[in-house]
């Protein structure tokens, strides 16, 4: 029952690739945009704040439909990137990381946020009074100050990852050994006979990953607090 076949481990191994890459690249810009949503009043705030959410409302097909014409080898960044430099992203792992990081980039922002939102500013202000610039204000008081929120955002980016379906296998199709992560090889194994037994297991693979995470981020971000506080 629980002896996996190559296909599926290959399948998890995918989603966690391209779970792993979706969260690595977009942290620096998640971390940029919590911090100026958190800590910057300026004109288009508002349309700002609901760019960056807009991927948790709109259905995931749309997004996936959005990046194949943006991204695509016809589209109007994948069609430059192909005839400049020979770079296709379409149906391609890296694809996939781009679709999961985009259906995931408002979580982390969010928790990310609220954490720059709770931090003292006193703080922030008694380091730049002892002759600390921004940047280093930043790096030596802020960052460690809001990582709890920051490891929180990049669990919850990566669980949101491995879940993603609608926008990967419409971006990058499902090829296997190329896109066929764990959500997309489940709904391949329920559309063929004598499938059922393969999906329970991928199923109960993703329920395991999904939790661990979930529980990795509470225990790392108690044991970030305690330090923080001790």
Known sequence: MFTLTP?????LYLSLLV???AVAGSLPLGV???WLLARRDFPGKALVDGLIHLPLVL???VVGYFLLVVLGRRGVVGGALYDWFGITIAFTWKGAAIASAVIAFPLMVRAIRLSLEGVDRGLEQAARTLGCGPVATFFTVTLPL??????TGVILAFARSLSEFGATITF????PGETRTLPIALYALTQVPGGD???MRLCVISVVVAFTALLAAEILSRRVQARLKG
Do not use: D, F, K
């Open 197 to 199: 037994e393969a999906a």
């Open 7 to 11: 296909l599926e481990i290959e399948a």
């Open 32 to 34: 940029a945009c919590a």
């Open 19 to 21: 779970s792993g890459w």
């Open 172 to 175: 990058v199709s499902n090829i």
């Open 59 to 61: 259905p995931p097909v």
């Open 146 to 151: 809001v990582m709890p929120g920051i490891l």
